[in-house]
């Protein structure tokens, strides 16, 4: 009689199944604080911050030089000031989204954020911020030259710019800044945006104007096509129906369409 050896074979243990940790996402206000100083933290933007100040004070000071003191009022310092910091600002906003692709952070950061749309949100978050800061400066500025202009004189000073005239070139500022914004999604590169944004502020005016001079039609609907033409009634205290349209149609042809092309190209493009 033989004896049979039983072997016991070892039970398979069931697979143990990991949950992966999930992660709370980067809360939204901080992406919009990292964007803030990621736009003043440049060499290029802190020096542009220097030089809205500095054209502030200068701007201030030429009014009261040059100016004629008993007719100035708060409207000449405001516009003064406010001039040259909506031609620079926008610059700001460019930059914004195109330095990311110029200095080559773009991987980095959508690497820490995968969601693009969250990153530009952020963006647009600031650029409109900035807009708004920037002008209250120039509205504090455009105070403080007639406090002056009135103590100098020795009368009291001049008030002449209503709360609905404000509120309407608030809004042309930020028209500006969102034309520079859309110009960094649409090119995603600072000196073609820096260019574009130039040739739109000081070459496409020219040329309208021309065209304004020598055609009777453009002169009767440029503002229809024309974003510069169209907001310069934005700066008197009354805005017609028909110009409140005209804006519409301008800015839709130059600021929303090409926005959402250049949106749609960012959100498919390939990061390196």
């Known amino acids: 009689m033989s004896a049979t050896t039983v072997t016991s074979q070892p039970t398979a243990r069931p697979a143990v199944r990991r949950e992966r940790a999930v992660h709370a996402p980067i809360p939204f206000r901080r992406l919009v604080s990292v964007e803030w100083r990621k736009m003043f933290d440049t060499r290029s933007g802190f ?8 054209l ?3 701007a201030t000071g030429a009014t009261l030089v040059f100016g004629n003191r008993d007719n100035l ?3 000449s310092f405001a516009s ?7 031609v620079i600002l926008p610059v700001l906003g460019a930059l914004s989204v195109s330095s990311e ?11 820490l954020v995968p969601s693009r749309g969250r990153v530009i949100a952020a963006k647009l978050v600031t650029v409109v ?3 708004l800061a920037s002008l209250v400066v120039a509205l504090a500025a455009g105070a403080v030259g007639n406090l002056l202009n009135g103590a100098i004189i020795g009368h009291a000073p ?3 710019v209503s709360w609905r005239t404000i509120l309407q070139i608030v809004l042309v500022d930020q028209i500006g800044m969102l034309m520079g914004f859309m110009l960094g999604v649409l090119f995603r590169s600072s000196p073609g945006a820096i260019v574009g944004y130039f040739v739109y502020a000081l070459v496409l005016p020219g ?12 002169a009767d609907h440029a503002a229809w096509f024309d974003l510069r033409t169209a907001s310069i009634p934005l700066y008197d205290s009354g805005v017609t129906g028909q110009e409140w349209a005209q804006l519409g149609v301008a800015t839709l042809i130059w600021l929303v369409l090409p926005l959402a092309i250049g949106l749609r190209m960012l959100m498919r493009s390939e990061v390196k």
């Open 207 to 218: 040329v309208s104007g021309a065209l304004a001079s020598a055609q009777q039609w453009w």
């Open 47 to 54: 020096w542009l911050l220097v030089a809205i100040a500095a």
């Open 101 to 111: 692709w110029g200095q080559r952070t773009a991987l980095t950061t959508f690497t």
């Open 80 to 86: 003064a000031v406010g001039v040259p910091i909506t």
């Open 158 to 160: 001049l008030w002449d």
């Open 129 to 131: 911020t900035v807009g």
């Open 56 to 58: 502030a004070v200068i």
């Open 73 to 75: 009022g708060y409207g």
